[in-house]
């Protein structure tokens, strides 16, 4: 069966890519929130630290996600070759030099005994934080420059991958704060990080509806719409499980959890991250599940990629999905 | 140089698949792989309704959303206007295939048999998988390309030499005296989803 007739969603792109945009986002979101946290100095440091750890290895993680997708991975260096002709190739730039001021950041921040607020030091982190967001938006750019899919062509995407990628990185952080922890002295830096993730996550749920609400006013991205609100993956895993509990659970450490010992600090944060970074993943996986390609028109007619037979009713036949 | 497109009459099309199976032979595609393939639509209400079939190849757009994706100059437009993939530069990204609002590219990671249950390929298949190893390739974006090779021959392309309804019309569409370039002036011919911007070269006489 000829799955472009047979499938009206894309199906090229999928786990692999979903963790390669995921780890981007998370790489390039721990590193901002590092970058900036050096700028308030002591008071954040271990999270500082932490952040810049996680930065590097997981965008190089990422890319080896993005590697074990290819058709033809030998070849990957040609996308290299020519810069700015497309958004992988941009992109390839973009992440190739995030790579090296955060690998610069890590080592001055760690191995050296440069001052944290130098120039040169702020220098790097600005640099960082610039090439980190433009990591995080590459990997909805990628998505959005996808003329075959509506849901993706939104200008919103990238948005949306940004918030999420920064929220994902606090969470990540957070992560290994709880297991690097330095006792008593970190639950302020917990404080902190949970007031920030708060923020982020609440922007991007209202980042996350009106995109929905904009795809779903497009004729092409409804169905796409209407398929991610029936994906429990969506709806359970990303927008209740990856949200609403850690949103919850982040005010609670905050506002909560003053009076409270380092090990109830401590499963409340981790809990917390923990389900926000898979809810992020989930986000990632369902847009591109979602992802249902246009419907051609001519002469009166809508010729639309039917459903996968799977999709079918029994005793409906070849019906197209409603 | 010539601007090569072409022209399906929908009129004439009664949905044989003779198109789909012509490219099949023709380029030895796996299975799952149809570069030449046909939707089916329909319109009306019960029992006012019609039935309409649509071949759908590579459009060979005039601005193609794939080329601009390609990271690598894998996809590359020729002078004649046929766009093709050099497979020694595609590096297996599909990005281009996400481009592609026509569905019109293709990539499969390894040649597996048409027949179930793992069966051994048969003695045809080995030969198709042979050939399409040394033209396309597994692994790589692939698509229609108008059977090039064909053209330098002299010849058509093979879905438009197997059409029995005469639907389907190939030619020179700077030529203002050609066969395509008529037929597009006199019936109105039209694209798929021209609001798209992609400038398709491949034309339809709507069904009436």
Redesign the interface.
């Known amino acids: 069966?000829?799955?472009?007739?047979n499938g009206q969603l894309?199906n090229?792109?999928g786990g692999l890519i979903a963790l390669y945009l995921f780890l981007g986002g998370v790489g390039g979101g721990a590193y901002t929130i590092a970058a900036i946290n050096s700028f308030l100095g002591k008071s954040m440091e271990l999270s500082t630290t932490i952040g810049l750890w996680i930065g590097f290895p997981a965008l190089f993680i990422g890319c080896l996600f993005l590697l074990a997708?290819?058709?033809?991975?030998?070849?990957?260096f040609?996308?290299g070759?020519?810069p700015g002709?497309?958004?992988?190739?941009r992109g390839?730039g973009i992440i190739s030099l995030f790579m090296v001021f955060s690998f610069i950041h890590l080592v001055l921040h760690q191995f050296t005994e440069v001052s944290k607020t130098s120039v040169g030091m702020n220098t790097i982190a600005v640099l960082g934080i610039i090439f980190a967001v433009f990591t995080i938006a590459y990997t909805g750019l990628?998505?959005s420059?996808?003329?075959?899919?509506p849901f993706?062509r939104s200008g919103i995407v990238p948005v949306v991958f940004v918030i999420s990628g920064l929220v994902t990185g606090h969470f990540l952080t957070i992560i290994g704060m709880v297991i690097f922890n330095e006792g008593a002295k970190t639950v302020s830096q917990f404080s902190t990080m949970a007031l920030e993730a708060s923020v982020v996550v609440v922007v991007e749920v209202l980042a996350i509806l009106f995109f929905l609400n904009a795809a779903y006013k497009q004729p092409d991205s409804r169905e796409s719409v209407e398929r991610i609100m029936q994906k429990t993956i969506f709806i359970v895993g990303y927008f209740i499980l990856g949200l609403g509990v850690p949103l919850v659970l982040m005010l609670i450490l905050r506002y909560a959890l003053n009076e409270s010992g380092l090990n109830t600090v401590l499963a409340v944060a981790f809990i917390g991250a923990l389900l926000g970074l898979i809810g992020g993943f989930l986000l990632r996986l369902a847009i591109l599940v979602c992802?249902a390609?246009?419907t051609?028109?001519?002469?009166?007619?809508?010729?639309?990629?039917i459903a996968k037979p799977k999709d079918l009713k029994p005793g409906i036949g070849l019906m197209p999905p409603k | 140089m010539p601007q090569y497109g072409m022209v399906i009459d929908?009129k004439r099309c009664y949905g044989c698949y003779a198109c789909v199976m012509a490219c099949k032979v023709k380029n030895h595609t796996p299975p799952?792989v149809?570069w030449a393939?046909?939707?089916?639509?329909?319109?009306g209400k019960f029992p006012n309704t019609?039935r309409?079939a649509?071949p759908?190849l590579c459009m060979h757009c005039e601005e193609p959303?794939c080329l601009?994706?390609?990271?690598?100059?894998?996809t590359q437009k020729l002078d004649n206007g046929i766009v093709i993939v050099d497979k020694d530069?595609?590096?297996?990204?599909?990005?281009c295939?996400?481009?592609?609002?026509?569905?019109a590219r293709?990539?499969v990671?390894k040649w597996e048999s048409y027949f179930p249950d793992g069966l051994p390929l048969s003695e045809y298949e080995e030969f198709a998988k042979k050939y399409w190893e040394e033209h396309s390739g597994?692994?790589?974006a692939t698509k229609c390309d108008f059977c090039l090779d064909l053209l330098e021959e002299g010849k058509l392309p093979a879905c438009v030499e197997a059409c029995a309804a005469n639907a389907r019309t190939f030619g020179d569409l700077d030529d203002p005296d050609s066969e395509v370039s008529t037929l597009i002036r006199k019936y109105r011919g039209?694209v798929?989803?021209p609001e798209?911007g992609?400038k398709p070269k491949v034309y339809?006489l709507?069904?009436r």
């Open positions: 069966m000829d799955p472009k007739v894309q090229e792109w997708d290819l058709g033809n991975p030998g070849k990957f040609l996308a070759l020519k002709t497309s958004w992988i190739a390839t990628l998505l420059a996808s003329k075959g899919i993706w992802g390609l246009p051609l028109n001519m002469g009166g007619f809508q010729f639309r990629r | 929908l799952e149809f393939r046909l939707l089916k639509g329909e319109r019609m309409q649509l759908v959303s601009e994706v390609c990271p690598t100059g894998a530069k595609c590096m297996g990204c599909k990005a295939i996400m481009a592609c609002p026509y569905g293709y990539s990671d597994c692994g790589v039209e798929l989803n798209l992609n339809y709507a069904p």
